[in-house]
C-alpha cells in the first residue's frame, strides 16, 4: 500500500552558516520532488526546522520534528551542530544522514543511526592533491579551532610534511573578525607559496579580505567547503577570483547521466538557477534515505529499525560517486577542487574530472 513518510530536516537557514544551509536545503527539496515523481508507490514528505546555526536549537529542532512523527532526518551543517544533533536522534532510534559534518568523532561514536556520505579523508585527498600539481614547496594553514577544521588542518599538515614541505600552522578562535595579524605573520614569517584556509564562510571573507589588504608574496589561496559557491561569488565578486575550494560541480552545472539530468531539471524547475555542489550533497544523502525508507516499508520495517539496516546495505553509484556505508562512513568519497575563474567555477582537480586547467599563479588581488 503507498505510504506518505515525514522526515525531519535540521538545517541552518539563519546565522553565520545560512548560506551553505539553504543550499542543502534546496537540494533535499529537489531530492522530494524527484523521488515522488519516480517512485511509483510510496510518498516522502519534508518538515523543516532552522537550527539558526546553533548546537543547542539543532538538538530542540530534532526533538520537535520527532514529536511531529518523522522516521529520520537529512541535513545539518557544521560538525559542532550535527553531533548535538544527530545524538538527540539516536537516542530516539531514529537514523541520520548528512553530508555536513566531516569531524572523525561522528563515525567513532558507534552508532547504528548515524551515516553521512563525505569525510575528513576526502577533502585532505583533493587539497593535498591539487597542492601536488602546484609543485610547491611551503604552505602556510590558517585554520579555525573548531574540531572539524582542526582535525583536517592536521591531517593535511601531516600529509605535507611527509612529503617534505615547509608547513606553517596558523589557529584561529571561531569567534574572531580580524586576521590581518595572522596573514602578516605568514606573510612576513612563512613566506610560503600558498596560504590553506580551514574554516567556514565568514572566515573565508575574514581571511581574503586581511591578504587582499596586505598582499602576501603567495601564487594561491585554496579552501575547503563552502567556498567554490556561485553563491560566495555573488557575494564577494572582489574576494573570489582565483580562489580554489572543494566543488564536485562545475559551474554552471554539466551532466551526463539519466539521474544527473532528473536533479539538473528538477532543480531548475524549482529554483530556476544551476544547482551548485552543496545541493548535489543534499540531494544525494536525501535520496539515499528516502530510498532506504521504501525498502523498509515494502519489507513493513519501518518501525522497528529498518530504514538504519537499509541504509547500511546501501551500495549505489550516486552524483558524488559510488556510496557504501562502513560503520556509518562512505570511505569511497574523494573531493575535486574547483576554482572561481571569471563567471565560472571550473573544476580543475583531478584531472580525469577536470573541466578546465587552473589558473595558477593567481590570487584575487593581481
Not at 95 to 122: E, H, M, W
Not at 216 to 230: E, H, I, N, Q, R
Amino acid at each position: 500500500m503507498a505510504e506518505e513518510f515525514l522526515v525531519g530536516e535540521q538545517e541552518p537557514l539563519t546565522g553565520a552558516l545560512a548560506r551553505v544551509g539553504t543550499g542543502m536545503h534546496e537540494g533535499i527539496a529537489v531530492a522530494v520532488e524527484v523521488f515522488n515523481n519516480t517512485n511509483g508507490k510510496h510518498t516522502i514528505k519534508v518538515l523543516t526546522e532552522d537550527d539558526e546555526s546553533s548546537p543547542a536549537k539543532a538538538i530542540a529542532a530534532v526533538e520537535k520534528l520527532a514529536s511531529q512523527g518523522v522516521v529520520a532526518f537529512t541535513g545539518g551543517y557544521g560538525s559542532n551542530n550535527i553531533g548535538p544533533a544527530s545524538d538527540a536522534a539516536n537516542k530516539l532510534g531514529l537514523p541520520y544522514i548528512t553530508s555536513g559534518g566531516v569531524d572523525n568523532g561522528l563515525v567513532q561514536r558507534g552508532y547504528k543511526t548515524f551515516f553521512r556520505i563525505n569525510n575528513t579523508a576526502g577533502y585532505q585527498k583533493a587539497m593535498v592533491g591539487v597542492l601536488g600539481d602546484m609543485k610547491i614547496e611551503s604552505a602556510s594553514i590558517i585554520y579555525s579551532t573548531k574540531e572539524a577544521t582542526a582535525h583536517l588542518a592536521e591531517d593535511v599538515q601531516k600529509d605535507l610534511s611527509g612529503k617534505g614541505l615547509k608547513v606553517g600552522m596558523h589557529p584561529f578562535d571561531p569567534g574572531i573578525s580580524d586576521f590581518k595579524p595572522i596573514v602578516n605573520k605568514v606573510r612576513l614569517r612563512d613566506k610560503s607559496d600558498v596560504i590553506l584556509m580551514v574554516g567556514y564562510e565568514n572566515d573565508y571573507v575574514g581571511i581574503l579580505r586581511a591578504a587582499k589588504v596586505l598582499k602576501p608574496d603567495v601564487s594561491a589561496m585554496v579552501g575547503v567547503w563552502s567556498l567554490a559557491t556561485p553563491k560566495m561569488a555573488a557575494d564577494f565578486p572582489d574576494l573570489m577570483p582565483k580562489v580554489y575550494g572543494t566543488a564536485l560541480l562545475p559551474y554552471p552545472a554539466q551532466f551526463k547521466t539519466e539521474e544527473g539530468k532528473a536533479f539538473y531539471d528538477a532543480y531548475k524547475k524549482l529554483y530556476n538557477k544551476d544547482p551548485d555542489y552543496l545541493g548535489q550533497f543534499g540531494y544525494v544523502q536525501s535520496m539515499l534515505l528516502f530510498e532506504a525508507i521504501a525498502r523498509a516499508a515494502d519489507k513493513g520495517t519501518v518501525k522497528n529499525g529498518g530504514i538504519a539496516e537499509e541504509l547500511a546495505k546501501t551500495d549505489r553509484n550516486t552524483l558524488i560517486g559510488r556510496v557504501q556505508f562502513t560503520e556509518g562512513d562512505n570511505l569511497n568519497f574523494v573531493h575535486h577542487m574547483g576554482q572561481h575563474q571569471g563567471d565560472r567555477i571550473e573544476i580543475v582537480w583531478p584531472a580525469d574530472a577536470a573541466t578546465a586547467p587552473m589558473q595558477y599563479p593567481g590570487v584575487p588581488w593581481k
